[in-house]
DNA sequence: GGTGATGATTATCT
DNA sequence: AGATAATCATCACC
């Protein structure tokens, strides 16, 4: 279901897979009855129904639809014909009166075991859900809005996050609308359902002895039957919810690149601080706001920096090149931003200096930065800062904090 | 579809 | 608390 990021569409459980409220297969379910009912009423007249023992009433399905099958128009003209013959028979009161006392008799042994049954706890348990989500019930922001302040919260949410907000209920209103219209179809279906088998039965109370008790009690399975399909809707229903809800909720699946302007930021600040990539919390504000991330975010991009490139200097030389010469361009003038308080070599690097102390490289040859800015072809434990070599920062390592040499 | 890049998470360390 | 290192999950490109 939901793969990848399949847009919702409002097909209804035909649909299939999707957000579509896939797999309530109760058509085919109502289908069945509907031809059973249909079958037992016609049954009693054309002597479709092997009644003449016991035995015989648990005819093959196969025979029966073979029957079914060979039907026309000329034998239901029969049946008719019969019926009424039935029923004008002088005997008719005497063996109908007959037959309602049996029935009467075989009926008090009928066992309502399944009426006032309590509603299923589970049905229960979904309606809470689909209410608190917003899905049933009156139409506000409610689990939407629940879902994006839990989202905030977590403080992972990238700045765009209004727009997932509003994709989230858009795509939460779809799932509503598909939910309701479903809803209603099963509800009318029941409603005619119900009224035909009604019909059924009264026209048949007319040759048989029908009870009243037995025409509700028909009734009350044919709701039951509804009730499971309705459950089923609900179900498919939360199940479209809880992923729509796990999809964005869940920061890490939702993981977006950040944009070009950031990571040039970043980068810029990094590779203007390799002697000491750690920035102060200070800083950290500072990137977070320039390049419109949360702190968390630069954070995590500073680590992931860090060990990337100690595990593979040799890939990161070229960027680091191209960082080297764009800052010194911007430094040549004035305070870069990104750079704001030089980029100690001090304590990190093990007496030299970090990225800006070369002149910028140009193609093809070695860099400046290459020899004078040690990114090293060689493991990283052996050059190019302690940092690589050390598991944390001393305390203040903030570049912050400041050593003076290059940068600018 | 395979693959590398990348942002986030987690366990662990200091 | 903040760092590293490993890992996961997704993106983006081929």
Redesign the pocket.
């Known amino acids: 279901m939901l793969q ?2 399949q847009p919702l569409t409002g097909n209804g459980p035909s649909s299939g897979r999707g957000l579509g409220l896939s797999g309530h297969p109760g058509m085919h379910a109502l289908n069945s009855v509907h031809q059973a009912s249909q079958h037992r009423s016609d049954g009693g007249d054309s002597g479709l129904e092997g009644t003449e023992n016991g035995h015989e009433t648990r005819r093959d399905i196969g025979d029966i639809l073979q029957q079914i099958m060979t039907i026309t128009d000329q034998s239901l003209d029969e049946a008719q014909a019969k019926k009424h013959a039935l029923n004008c028979h002088r005997m008719k009161p005497a063996l109908f009166s007959v037959l309602c006392e049996i029935k009467e008799k075989t009926g008090l042994s009928m066992r309502n075991a399944q009426e006032d049954e309590p509603q299923d706890p589970q049905l229960v348990r979904l309606d809470n859900m689909l209410l608190a989500e917003g899905v049933a019930g009156p139409e506000k922001g409610g689990g939407a809005a629940a879902a994006v302040s839990a989202a905030t919260s ?3 949410m ?1 700045p765009d996050s209004s727009l997932e907000h509003s994709d989230y209920k858009s795509k939460l209103s779809q799932i509503r609308s598909i939910y309701h219209t479903e809803l209603e179809k099963y509800e009318q279906a029941c409603t005619e359902f119900t009224t035909h088998v009604m019909n059924l039965l009264r026209e048949q109370s007319r040759t048989r002895p029908v009870t009243p008790r037995e025409i509700e009690r028909m009734v009350g399975i044919i709701h039951r039957k509804f009730s499971t399909i309705q459950t089923q809707l609900k179900q498919s229903t939360c199940e479209a919810v809880m992923i729509l809800r796990s ?1 964005f909720l ?9 944009s070009k302007q ?2 040039e930021g ?1 980068n810029e600040y990094f590779y203007s601080h390799l002697s000491n ?5 200070e800083a ?1 504000e500072d990137l977070a706001k320039q390049c419109g ?2 702190v ?13 490139y ?3 200097i040799g ?1 990161f030389q070229e960027e680091a090149n191209l960082y080297a010469m764009k800052t010194a361009l911007v430094g040549q003038g004035d305070d870069s931003p990104h750079t704001p308080n030089s980029t100690g070599s001090g304590s990190f690097l093990s007496g030299s200096a970090d990225l800006f102390l070369g002149v910028p490289p140009v193609n093809g040859e070695q860099s400046a930065y290459q020899i004078g800015a040690q990114v090293p072809q060689t493991p ?1 434990e052996t050059s190019n800062g302690n ?7 001393p305390n203040g ?2 570049p912050h904090s400041d050593h003076s040499e290059n940068s600018d």
């Open positions: 990848q990021q977590s403080g992972g990238s999809r869940d920061a890490r699946r939702k993981r977006r690149n950040f950031a990571t970043l990539p750690y920035p102060s919390e950290k991330i949360t968390s975010q630069v954070c995590n991009w500073f680590g992931n920096k860090r060990i990337r100690k595990k593979n890939k990283p940092w690589q070599g050390r598991n944390s920062p390592a903030s």
